[in-house]
């Protein structure tokens, strides 16, 4: 579907739902919105705009990374959209030229319709050019990356207190879960605040220097994103390590308690196999208390022990 928002010289706004009756040239600038385009659709980007093939070719060609490349009458942006249910990653193309802006994506997304909707009813269009209706879906774009990481981070602390007393292995593979999740939030964070630096940086363009505090306000929440996902990821390894390190003390553990009991039991053992052999003549065998003697022995060195390894502080 494609829907048009023309704005004439005289902040009126005008819209369309096909191109065949736009002209762009009447018009001061125009919001162009391929949601969910058809083959047909999709031909409009060459037909209709002339736009480079190479261009067209990185929008229906998924997933591009985060990048921006100059053209000759335009710019054109790819983003990247994290779905928060199961983290798949989606692209919202902009081609931005001298008077207008022209948005590209596959699924119908929140962040384009919220813009969408505010600058149809908005009464105030005359700060409104096709870079800040640009800066608006952007920073609604950003804006999402926030919720996803903050459920994270509940995540983590409820697998960090473990209220419901979960095994190990449990939290161990929610933790590699979220691992995972981190991994890919990060592979679209860095990238894209990669682009915005490059955008602040550009001598290209125009219309992002007109507009730098806002774009920059942008870039510091991803600076703030990247940071939060880099310190997520450090306490997901101190969780991991920690759980380790508490195995491995609860199996050494378990082995010193065993250890112990087999040495204790090691010289009982030993009296009792002497005492078990079947020799005629040893002459305790025929003492009338030897049998009483060699069990008084073994509670003795029993208890000698036991409270050896006690001193030595091994219970």
């Not at 065998?285 to 000698?304: D, E, N, Q, V």
Request: hydrophobic share 40%.
């Amino acid at each position: 579907m494609i829907q048009v928002i023309a704005v004439t010289h005289d902040s009126k706004k005008v819209t369309y739902t096909n191109l065949d009756e736009l002209d762009i040239t009447l018009y001061k600038w125009c919001w162009i919105d391929f949601n969910m385009p058809t083959h047909e659709e999709i031909d409009e980007l060459h037909n209709y705009f002339h736009f480079h093939p190479l261009a067209i070719e990185d929008c229906v060609h998924r997933l591009q990374r985060p990048k921006l490349d100059y053209y000759d009458d335009f710019t054109f942006f790819v983003t990247h959209v994290i779905n928060s249910d199961d983290f798949t990653k989606e692209e919202i193309n902009f081609f931005v030229g001298s008077n207008f802006v022209v948005s590209f994506h596959y699924q119908n997304f929140n962040q384009i319709n919220q813009v969408w909707n505010r600058l149809i009813s908005t009464d105030i269009i005359k700060d409104w050019d096709q870079y800040h209706c640009f800066y608006e879906v952007l920073d609604k774009i950003v804006d999402q990356y926030f919720p996803i990481i903050y459920k994270i981070e509940d995540v983590l602390n409820e697998i960090e207190d473990n209220t419901e007393n979960k095994s190990m292995d449990i939290l161990l593979d929610e933790l590699f879960d979220i691992r995972h999740q981190l991994l890919t939030l990060r592979h679209t964070v860095n990238p894209m605040r990669d682009l915005l630096y490059r955008m602040l940086n550009s001598q290209h363009l125009e219309g992002i220097k007109r507009k730098v505090p806002y774009f920059s306000d942008i870039y510091d929440h991803l600076l703030k994103l990247s940071e939060m996902v880099d310190s997520n990821r450090e306490i997901t390894m101190d969780i991991r390590d920690s759980y380790i390190s508490v195995n491995s003390h609860q199996a050494n553990q378990v082995m010193k308690i065993l250890t112990i009991i087999t040495s204790i039991f090691a010289p009982l053992t030993f009296i009792a196999g002497i005492y078990g052999m079947n020799f005629e003549y040893m002459p305790e065998l025929t003492m009338k208390y030897g049998y009483f003697i060699s069990l008084g022995l073994m509670g003795i060195i029993a208890l000698l022990m036991f409270f050896w390894f006690k001193r030595k502080g091994w219970f």
